[in-house]
């Protein structure tokens, strides 16, 4: 740690060492899956469109876009939300 930084009053970040408290491996086999089950149901499981089924056609196909869009700009947010507002705590 640095003690001229803690004399002088600037703030300090903390150093991250050891384990990261989850398997990495599982994280990304567990989004690649995520990633799969989104593209499976904008293509509608690879099935035909029909007239006949209510969850076919284009106006599903683009609820279904629009979904995807919001859901990753929300996410994109929760990433940099604690950059760009420094004031508040994000902590549970």
């Known amino acids: 740690m640095n ?7 600037e ?3 903390p150093t991250l060492s ?6 990495v491996a599982y994280f990304h086999f567990a ?5 799969c089950y989104v593209a ?6 690879n099935t035909e469109f029909s007239k ?7 106006s599903s196909m683009w609820i279904k876009i629009v979904d995807s ?6 996410y994109l947010w929760s990433m940099i939300a604690p950059k760009v507002l420094t004031s508040r705590q ?3």
Do not use: C, R
């Open 52 to 58: 006949d089924h209510i969850d076919k056609g284009t």
């Open 31 to 35: 989004v690649a899956f995520g990633m």
């Open 90 to 92: 994000f902590d549970y």
């Open 40 to 45: 499976m149901q904008l293509t509608n499981w």
């Open 3 to 9: 003690t001229d930084a803690l004399e002088s009053g």
């Open 69 to 74: 869009w919001i859901l990753a700009l929300m």
């Open 11 to 13: 703030p300090v970040a």
């Open 18 to 23: 050891g384990p990261i408290g989850y398997n």
